[in-house]
T-cell receptor
Framework: GNSVTQMEGPVTLSEEAFLTINCTYTATGYPSLFWYVQYPGEGLQLLLKATKADDKGSNKGFEATYRKETTSFHLEKGSVQVSDSAVYFCALKGRSGGYQKVTFGTGTKLQVIP | DSGVTQTPKHLITATGQRVTLRCSPRSGDLSVYWYQQSLDQGLQFLIQYYNGEERAKGNILERFSAQQFPDLHSELNLSSLELGDSALYFC??????????????FGPGTRLTVT
């Protein structure tokens, strides 16, 4: 079946540091890839997405590129802020068991300190 | 605010009991998805309904059931509750039936504690 593996957290960075959160996937066919963010006490929000190979999703300074050759979708941001502290989930949407399903990674907690 | 509402926000109940969680999707969205988020299992897809019909099934236990009503709100019923059912239950909605990459909008969740 489909699966998503993302780096374990927590990740602790100083403000203005560079962020990378690794995400790799296993899927049949051509899945769509997503990053969701969950702020404390809230539900998940879509951060960015990419629907085909070499697409780059971007939003709020975050970027991720769909790399089919390495089956990866790493999340990056050039300069993090304290307000970016949250849990980040990598996800894919693909066919599994005859349905289109979204499969989430385990989440990576990011803590940004001033 | 995603436009998806869930009630109740918190629920505390005892083992063996039955509870119902409710979700109202965003206006215009026809699909409702249910997810369970626990510390040991992460975020797990349970089930999807589209316009009243079951569309996809994930890791949903037989003790759990769901339905979507004609006004498109959905209920998740959890019965014979066990301690391990303690988790955050999220509902999400999207405009399509799930075949295309429409965004899913998540509600704030219901925190279930089974004692």
């Amino acid at each position: 079946g489909n699966s998503v593996t993302q780096m374990e957290g927590p990740v602790t960075l100083s403000e203005e540091a560079f962020l990378t959160i690794n995400c790799t996937y296993t899927a049949t066919g051509y899945p769509s890839l997503f990053w969701y963010v969950q702020y404390p006490g809230e539900g998940l929000q879509l951060l960015l997405k990419a629907t085909k190979a070499d697409d780059k999703g971007s939003n709020k300074g975050f970027e991720a590129t769909y790399r089919k050759e390495t089956t990866s979708f790493h999340l990056e941001k050039g300069s993090v802020q304290v307000s970016d502290s949250a849990v980040y989930f990598c996800a894919l949407k693909g066919r599994s068991g005859g349905y289109q399903k979204v499969t989430f990674g385990t989440g990576t907690k990011l803590q940004v300190i001033p | 605010d995603s436009g998806v509402t869930q009630t109740p926000k918190h629920l505390i109940t005892a083992t063996g009991q039955r509870v119902t969680l409710r979700c109202s999707p965003r206006s215009g969205d026809l699909s409702v998805y249910w997810y369970q988020q626990s510390l040991d299992q992460g975020l797990q897809f349970l089930i999807q309904y589209y316009n009243g019909e079951e569309r996809a099934k994930g890791n949903i236990l037989e003790r759990f059931s769901a339905q979507q009503f004609p006004d498109l709100h959905s209920e998740l019923n959890l019965s014979s509750l066990e301690l391990g059912d303690s988790a955050l239950y999220f509902c999400a909605s999207s405009v399509g039936d799930g075949t295309r990459s429409y965004e899913q909008y998540f509600g704030p969740g219901t925190r279930l504690t089974v004692t």
